[in-house]
């Protein structure tokens, strides 16, 4: 089936440290994976994707890596600032454009 | 460039009734896609449109419905509503043949 599993569901991390998130999926034929940010009570904003074709995409302090044959994912935030606390979610596509979302990843920055 | 936007913000209705939301795509993108996000929870996908055609619903029963207008907005019709489609009703957009999926602000919609 189409599933996506996202881990740890929660995150603490002292301010200036490294964070990292972990998602796998279920369906090898994905070829899109994007990361939202969900600020309490606003909407998801995509902050990074990458697709199949590609093993590391970085943006800044974030970045997301791709293990094809293990079908996981992850998301890398460095030199972490209280503005990073939020709710981040992972997603795959399983054709047709459909994403399928992960449970979200609650990140609190500690100062 | 305007983002995504939904109306209307919030939505009270009472078990049985109907509710209609709607949704404006960004500028150029004829993509519709709608998400429950019920409290505390993650995105579950309800229904996709392209080019004013129903291509994909998720795992939800009939009574919830939408329509893609030729301007390429969008509605989500919920019939016989019960409590537990007490959510955020979530609304993206993309380009044709685009992956990438931007959000609106979501209508909170409470039913007692």
């Known amino acids: 089936g189409e599933n996506v599993e996202q881990h740890p569901s929660t995150l603490s991390v002292q301010e200036g440290d490294s964070a990292v998130i972990k998602c796998t999926y279920s369906?090898?034929?994905?070829?899109?994976f994007p990361w939202y940010k969900q600020e309490l009570g606003k909407r998801p904003q995509l902050i990074i994707d990458i697709r199949s074709n590609v093993g590391e995409k970085k943006d800044q302090r974030i970045a997301v890596t791709l293990n094809k044959t293990a079908k996981h994912f992850s998301l890398h935030i460095t030199e972490t600032q209280p503005e990073d606390s939020a709710v981040y979610f992972c997603?795959?596509?399983?054709?047709?454009?459909?994403?399928?979302f992960g449970t979200g990843t609650r990140l609190t920055i500690i100062p | 460039e305007a983002g995504v936007t939904q109306s209307p913000t919030h939505l009270i209705k009472t078990r049985g009734q109907q509710a209609t939301l709607r949704c404006s795509p960004i500028s150029g993108h004829t993509s519709v896609y709608w998400y429950q996000q019920a409290l505390g929870l993650g995105l579950q996908f309800l229904l996709w449109?392209?080019?004013?055609?129903?291509?994909n619903r998720g795992n939800f029963p009939p009574r919830f419905s939408g329509r893609q207008f030729p301007n390429y907005s969008s509605e989500l019709n919920v019939n016989a509503l019960e409590l537990e489609d007490s959510a955020l009703y979530l609304c993206a957009s993309s380009l044709s043949g685009q992956a990438a999926q931007y959000f609106g602000p979501g209508t909170r919609l409470l039913v007692l």
């Open positions: 449109y392209d080019e004013g055609e129903e291509r």
């Open positions: 369906d090898s034929a994905s070829n899109y």
């Open positions: 997603a795959a596509n399983f054709g047709n454009e459909k994403l399928t």
